[in-house]
Structure formats: C-alpha cells, structure tokens
C-alpha cells in the first residue's frame, strides 16, 4: 500500500504491515483483528485524501484473510468492495495519465478481480468466477501486467478443470506458460504478491543457480520474498500428461484439503497412472501454506 505522505495511508499501511506480519506467522484471526482496526480507523477519515484508497486496499487484503479462514462470504463481500472502487479508480483514469499511475490502478483492480473469482468459485458460482477472472485480465492487458494475467489465466484453467472442460483448460494453461516464461526471477522480488500458493508446474522451476553470495537463487526464494506462502515446484523435466493430471488432481482437491494434502492426493492418484516415481515425484512444496 503506497503510503505517500498522506496521513491516513501512512496509518493505514502501518496496519496493512502488522496484519501481514501476523498472518505470516499464523495467528490468521489475530491479524484479521488488526486489519478490522484498521478500517475502522480508515472508515471515520472519510473525506480525507487517500482514505478511499486505504479502504479498498485494507479491504483486499480482508478478503484474502478471510478465504483462508474458510468464511466465503465475507471473502465475497470484501472483495466486491474492492473489485467496485479499483474497477472505477482504473476507468476514470485521463488518457495523458502517466504509465506508472496506469499501471498501479489497474494492477490493484486485477488482483481484486482475481480475489473475487476465487471467492464465487469456493460459493459454487462459476459463472460469477468467470466473469470476475474475465475483468481482472482486461486490466491485466491493457497495461502489460505479465504475473497478474498469467495469475488470472491459471485461475480459469483451474476453474475449467473443475468443470471437467479439459480443452478449455488445457487453453487457458498454454496461453500462460509464455507469459510465464518471460518473468525473470529479479522482477519477482519487487513484487508484493500476498498470495496463499504459488504453483509452477513448468520443467525444473524448483532448480536455481550460484550467485555471488554461494546460495541458491531460484524461483522459490523469490516468490516466498515476495510474499507468497507456499510453493509448489518441480525438480526435473516431467511429461506433460502426468503434469496435466497431477496438476487438474490437485485443483479438484485443494478447495476440501489443505495445500499439502491437496498435493499428496494428487501425487497418489497420478502413481495409479503413472507408476514410476519419475512422473509424479518431482512435485515439491515449499513454504508454510495458510
């Protein structure tokens, strides 16, 4: 949240700080708590320069604490709120607005979209899903926004997988894996991504290479400094079939299982499939996932 030297965003980011900090260590309704004082104190500047701002970015963040903590509808309606005041913010912009302010604006109102699919689609509304995906990829295009879209992409992939349309899916998974590939791994550490699982299914995404300090330096590092919570990477080259049905598996049951469960199960039912170990055992998770 860019606090600027508004009063009000200075305050707010200062709660937008202490509640991920909470929630990075686990106390998920503690740092709900602290992002609810938050927009408490945002919601009595109304008025005030940059409060609408803080609300709908404190909002966002409400929204994806509250998936985690399985309360769907207050997911829903959090990220409505949001999805409704970046989706204006973004419109209203003057054609002679700078790049920078483009794409801030439309950078939050496709990450609200995405948080409001993920949101329909654990209510069983896949139309409403869809529809939520669709806007946060217009935003993600119109701007140039690589991780967001190939984000967004990944959510319909995942949401055409549920409904069994495999060539939709299959789609969607091929228009982002160029995308993909394109994001350097430098570009991944200026992100804020506060995302519950990162999954990169990709050939060897879980290898890195030497730097100068001797450590590894690979995709994982990256996306959990980012913020991300967990990662699910491969390390070695798997065919792309096992990787189909190991990943479409995994998607059925991450929305019932935990991230670790939800990969376990997927694994097992690949090994029906796929016997050897080559084909199912490179998937492996990093990170603690909320």
């Given at each position: 949240m860019p ?12 709660y ?18 602290v ?5 408490v104190?945002?919601e009595?500047?109304r008025?005030?320069?940059g ?6 970015s404190l ?8 998936f985690?903590?399985g309360?769907y ?20 912009l003057?054609?002679?607005a700078?790049d ?26 896949p139309?409403?899903a ?13 701007v140039?926004?690589r ?9 319909q ?9 495999w ?7 091929e ?7 394109q ?9 804020d991504?506060d ?6 299914s990709?050939c060897?995404t879980?290898?890195?290479k ?5 450590e ?11 913020g ?6 491969t ?7 096992a990787s189909?049905e ?9 929305p ?5 469960e939800?990969?376990?199960?997927a ?15 490179a998937?492996?998770l990093?990170?603690v996932?909320r």
């Amino acid at each position: 949240m860019p606090a600027g030297d508004d009063p009000v965003n200075l305050v707010a980011s200062a709660y937008a700080s202490l509640g991920g900090a909470v929630s990075t260590g686990g106390d998920l309704p503690q740092a709900r708590k602290v992002l609810l004082e938050g927009l408490v104190y945002v919601e009595s500047q109304r008025g005030r320069r940059g409060a609408d701002y803080a609300a709908g970015s404190l909002g966002h963040r409400l929204s994806h604490l509250a998936f985690d903590l399985g309360n769907y509808q207050e997911a829903l309606a959090r990220a409505s709120q949001a999805v409704q005041f970046f989706d204006e913010a973004a419109t209203r912009l003057p054609p002679g607005a700078p790049d920078r302010a483009k794409t801030h604006w439309h950078r939050q109102a496709a990450a609200a979209s995405a948080a409001l699919g993920r949101a329909e689609r654990a209510l069983g509304h896949p139309d409403a899903a869809e529809a939520a995906f669709d806007r946060g990829l217009k935003h993600a295009h119109l701007v140039g926004l690589r991780e967001p879209e190939v984000e967004l992409l990944l959510e319909q992939g995942h949401l055409a997988s549920s409904r069994q349309d495999w060539s939709k899916a299959l789609d969607f998974y091929e228009r982002g894996l160029p995308l993909a590939v394109q994001i350097e791994v430098h570009e991944l550490f200026g992100l804020d991504l506060d995302a519950r699982l990162v999954f990169l299914s990709a050939c060897e995404t879980g290898l890195g290479k030497l730097s100068r300090g001797d450590e590894i330096v690979g995709l994982q590092r990256a996306f959990l400094y980012a913020g991300t919570a967990a990662v699910i990477t491969t390390l070695w080259k798997v065919g792309d079939r096992a990787s189909f049905e190991l990943v479409r598996a995994f998607s059925a049951r991450l929305p019932n299982a935990g991230v670790a469960e939800a990969l376990r199960q997927a694994q097992v039912e690949a090994l029906r499939a796929f016997p050897h170990p080559f084909a199912w055992a490179a998937f492996t998770l990093t990170g603690v996932p909320r």
